[in-house]
Structures are given as structure tokens and as C-alpha cells.
């Protein structure tokens, strides 16, 4: 079979950054319904019926949902047997020139500047911008390409706790960000939560964030405890007595994902990342025969992702232990 | 579009805003604005007020209300601009030109996110006899870029780029906008804030102490933070 070309590669990032900008995913608009649903306040519950009708027109217009399109990134999948053009440097110019096409096009905000000087190219592509994380798989010819569209100025903390400080730790640490953040809604809740805990600090960082931004809501843990302090922290963070926009009410999180990593046995880092009321994000797998396929769960966190063994069978078989 | 059924008041005004329409406004109403409204945040006040630069249209005569705004904007081959989605930008920071943009502007709206602190109502828009209202959200970009109509202009564009060059819109049904503070200085911010705070120590009932204290969770200097 042909190598997948460098066009299937740039048409898939061009795609994904359209989309996601413009609508809004389904098990987001589902968890965010379900949040008016519930919010018994009448100003709070205006805020979210309200976005439920902003996702409705970007989707029925072509329009970006939020003007604010955030930082466009990128995480990459590629499956141990796919064969690509190009290599990996090609892959990252096709997803750099992707980017700064559809913000031509979109169009997307030009967030992108140079932190020191504010200068820019107005295209979203700059030093070290956009991010791409790289992930493997193995048993799979196929790459995934996921982008998220993400604000970038409120709402993520990170705090070093240690391990006497316990899961009261994490929670007084939440209950922190959620109201320092969510006072006059900052952090455009109600959103998915993601906390990383563990790892080094930057490990710790991209575990939240990944956690808050490529699971989908009412995914769960698969290590049935974590599952469990994923709802309840959820609904703590709901029983604050806060809203969206910080209004009184009872709508913080729409779901709240946890992901961990090994950390140093005297520590335990903690990050808290909200992923916005206009939770975006985009997915294309790309066959090893060429063709697209798009959708919204980026299935970021396979089992192989997780594995906490040395060989990847060994793991796998750890891991089933554990969950039965 | 089919307004939701709602038990809040909601306010249609035309720009620019005369006293006698902006006295209707208080804190929680809905409102939705028709006409014209200049955005200008950072690099506009600093071309202003700090090196004095003349401003590109005399403002007051076209329009009183200013969007702390960054449409998601581009250019056509033609020279015309496209506007996909419009959604503001946090406003406390622009808190410190306030008093004299609206005096240079006799702004009397002003529009943005999240609000200013109370006490800039007090002290600085409501002598001025100007409100503050609030995007509703904060993301509801396609709503109001459905009600931009037209860009009447923009200026500064090559000088500050997209995200800060001074853009006129002539919009119609532009909203849902929440008014934050009226002519009196009330906040709605401030009022909703201090009865969430009412519950806030509830939720940190039963946790134990933290190991490692630190600055901000204590405001006393003297404290010892281990």
C-alpha cells in the first residue's frame, strides 16, 4: 500500500480546525443541557440556555462559536504501521500550514503573538506555536489527529501538595481554583474539568489539561476509585453555590475527568485545568488507504496510554487485574 | 430568532443611548442594542491617552457605546472584512483608562467581560452617567456575530492588527447583554458575588489543614508560612 500523502495529512488538520472552531460536540451539548436542566436559578440558567442557542447559530451559520478561538493546538496519534510522507518534520509543517490557512479562512482570532514583543504573523503559527504531543500505538496503521481550540487565561492552577495532604488536599486545592477562577466567571464555567495528579511538575500540567480536554463527557476512569472521585469532586465543585459567569447557581462542572502518573514519593502535584464553557475539539483518523474519517472523541487515553509496566502485554494484563 | 420565555426584564436600545434610555437599565436586565458600537481596548486607549493621539472619527457623534472586543475577523481580497464570531475580553483591565476615555469619548455604554471592580462604578462611570454591560457566557460569539450587520470601518488596523484595531460595527439585535451596573453604580457582579460568598466557607467545612501553607491563603505578612 501507498504511504499516506502529505495532502490527506494537511486536508485532515484543515478539517478539524473548521470544525471544531464551529460546532460544538455532542456529548458536551448533552452534558450542557442536562446543566440547564438542573440549574434552578433563574440568571444562571438564562447564561447556559443562552449558549445552548450560541451553539445552535455557529453550527447553523458557519460560524466560530466563540471569537475567542483560543490557542489551536495539536496531539498526534500515530499507529506503530503507519506509513506517512514526508516523515514526522512533514507532518509538522502540514499542520502548521493548516493552521495558519484556516485562520485565514475560518475565520479564527490571530491569538498567536510573541510574549515579549506582541508581535505576530497573524496566521496562529510562531515559535514553539502550534503545540503538537505525540502518542503511539500499537497494532494500529492508522494516525489520529486531534486538535483542541482552548482559552488561555484563567482557570488552570497548579499547586505542589504532598501525599499527608491526601484527597482533602486535592479537594481544598479545586475548591481554590474553581472559586478564585469562577468569581465573574472567568473561567467560563460551567466546563470539563481536568485535574492531573502526579508525574513531574509539567507532566502534572499536561495530564490535567489533556484530562480536561480529550475525554469526553461521561467518560470515566478506568480504575474504578479514580472513577469514583471523579463524580464525587464533580459534584462538590456543583454544590459551591456558584454559577456561570459566577452568578449564584449550581453549574461549575459538566463532567470532571482525573488522570495520574507516577510522581516522586514525596510529593504530589496537583493541576486543576477548566475547559471552558465552548468545549472545542476535533478528531480525523487517517486510514492507512488514505481516506478521513471525522469525529469528536479524540480516544487520547487507550489502554497502551495508561500502561504502567515495562512491556506493553504485561501491562495490559496488570491492568485487567486491577479494574475486574 | 425566538427570545427565550425568561422571568428577566429585557430592553431593546437604539445608539447612541440617550440619559433617558439608559436610566431604564438595572442590574440583571437583558439588553439588546441597535446601531453602532466602536470596539477600542489596550492599544486604542494607549494611542489616545497616552501619546495623545488624535482619535481617528470624532466617536461621540456616531455613537456612546465601546465593545472591549477582538472579533475573530479577516480581510477579503476585495478589501472588505469578514466577521465570523465577536466576543469581548476581560474588562478589569482596562480599569485604569476609564475615567478618561469617557470624557474623551462622552462614552456612555460600555461593553466588555466579566465586568469592572464596584468601586469603579461608583467612582468613575456612574458620575459619568455611563453603564456597564456584560456579555452573557462569556462565549457567545456566533450570537453576536449574527447581529454585526456591517463594518462601517476599522482604524489602526495595520499599526495595532486585528485583535486591537478600533472597528465600527452598525449592528441590529446585538445581544443578549446583562447590565452589570446602572446610573446609581449598583453591580450585579458585586451583589451576586457577596451572596455566593455567603456559601463558600460551607464548602470548605470538615477539610483538614493543608501541610504547606502559602501567601494568598493567609493576607498577613507576618504569618509563618510552613
Not at chain 1, 496566521?123 to 492508522?142: H, K, L, T
Not at chain 1, 468545549?279 to 483518523?285: I, L, Q, V, Y
Request: proline share 5%.
Amino acid at each position: 500500500m501507498k504511504p499516506i500523502s502529505q495532502r490527506a495529512i494537511e486536508e485532515a488538520c484543515y478539517e478539524i480546525m473548521k470544525k471544531a472552531a464551529v460546532d460544538i460536540p455532542e456529548d458536551y451539548l448533552t452534558g450542557i443541557k442536562r446543566s440547564a436542566e438542573q440549574e434552578k436559578e433563574a440568571l444562571s440558567g438564562f447564561v447556559i440556555r443562552t449558549m445552548v442557542r450560541n451553539y445552535e447559530t455557529a453550527t447553523a451559520e458557519r460560524r466560530p462559536m466563540c471569537a475567542d478561538t483560543g490557542l489551536p493546538r495539536y496531539f498526534v496519534k500515530v499507529g506503530d504501521h503507519a506509513r506517512f510522507e514526508g516523515g514526522f518534520t512533514g507532518m509538522e509543517r502540514s499542520i502548521r500550514s493548516a493552521t495558519a490557512r484556516a485562520t485565514q479562512d475560518v475565520p479564527m482570532r490571530p491569538n498567536r503573538v510573541h510574549p515579549l514583543w506582541r508581535t505576530d504573523y497573524n496566521n496562529n503559527v510562531g515559535i514553539n506555536a502550534p503545540e503538537v504531543e505525540w502518542s503511539f500505538e500499537p497494532d494500529a496503521g492508522w494516525i489520529d489527529i486531534t486538535t483542541v481550540h482552548k482559552g488561555g487565561l484563567f482557570g488552570t492552577d497548579y499547586r505542589m501538595l504532598f501525599p499527608g495532604d491526601g484527597i482533602d488536599g486535592i479537594r481544598r486545592f479545586l475548591l481554590d481554583t474553581l472559586i478564585a477562577f469562577g468569581k465573574r466567571g472567568l473561567a467560563c464555567q460551567p466546563a470539563i474539568i481536568g485535574i492531573g495528579i502526579g508525574g513531574s511538575k509539567d507532566t502534572c500540567m499536561q495530564l490535567g489539561k489533556q484530562a480536561a480536554c480529550l475525554r469526553i463527557v461521561g467518560d470515566r476512569n478506568p480504575d474504578r476509585k479514580i472513577a469514583e472521585l471523579e463524580l464525587e469532586l464533580m459534584e462538590e465543585s456543583n454544590s459551591i453555590g456558584m454559577g456561570p459567569m459566577g452568578f449564584v447557581g449550581s453549574s461549575m462542572a459538566v463532567d470532571l475527568h482525573i488522570e495520574v502518573g507516577y510522581t516522586h514519593t514525596g510529593g504530589m502535584p496537583v493541576s486543576v485545568h477548566t475547559f471552558c464553557l465552548s468545549s472545542r475539539r476535533a478528531t480525523a483518523r487517517i486510514h492507512a488507504d488514505g481516506h478521513i474519517e471525522y469525529r469528536t472523541d479524540p480516544k487520547w487515553f487507550t489502554p497502551y496510554y495508561r500502561r504502567e509496566g515495562v512491556d506493553w502485554e504485561g501491562a495490559g494484563l496488570g491492568q485487567a487485574r486491577r479494574y475486574a | 430568532m425566538v427570545r427565550q420565555d425568561d422571568m428577566l426584564e429585557k430592553i431593546d436600545i437604539d445608539l447612541p443611548a440617550s440619559p433617558e434610555s439608559l436610566a431604564k437599565l438595572k442590574p440583571g436586565s437583558i439588553v439588546y442594542l441597535n446601531g453602532v458600537v466602536y470596539t477600542a481596548r489596550e492599544g486604542v486607549y494607549d494611542r489616545v491617552l497616552n501619546h495623545k493621539e488624535a482619535l481617528p472619527v470624532p466617536i461621540h457623534e456616531v455613537t456612546n457605546a465601546n465593545f472591549h472586543c477582538s472579533p475573530a475577523a479577516s480581510s477579503n481580497a476585495d478589501g472588505s472584512y469578514r466577521i465570523g464570531a465577536v466576543t469581548a475580553t476581560a474588562s478589569f483591565r482596562f480599569s485604569k483608562y476609564m475615567g478618561d476615555w469617557l470624557d474623551a469619548t462622552k462614552t456612555k455604554i460600555v461593553i466588555g467581560k466579566g465586568g469592572m471592580p464596584a468601586d469603579d462604578y461608583k467612582d468613575i462611570l456612574a458620575p459619568r452617567g455611563a453603564v456597564y454591560l456584560t456579555t452573557v457566557g462569556y462565549g457567545t460569539g456566533a450570537l453576536l456575530g449574527q447581529g454585526v450587520r456591517k463594518v462601517l470601518a476599522v482604524h489602526w488596523l495595520e499599526e495595532l492588527g486585528i485583535a486591537q484595531a478600533m472597528w465600527m460595527f452598525e449592528v441590529s439585535n446585538f445581544g443578549p447583554f446583562l447590565v452589570d451596573s446602572d446610573l446609581e453604580g449598583n453591580s450585579l457582579f458585586a451583589e451576586q458575588g457577596e451572596l455566593v460568598n455567603q456559601s463558600i466557607e460551607k464548602a470548605y467545612e470538615g477539610l483538614r489543614k493543608p501541610a504547606l501553607l502559602r501567601y494568598g491563603e493567609t493576607d498577613d505578612r507576618k504569618d509563618e508560612l510552613i
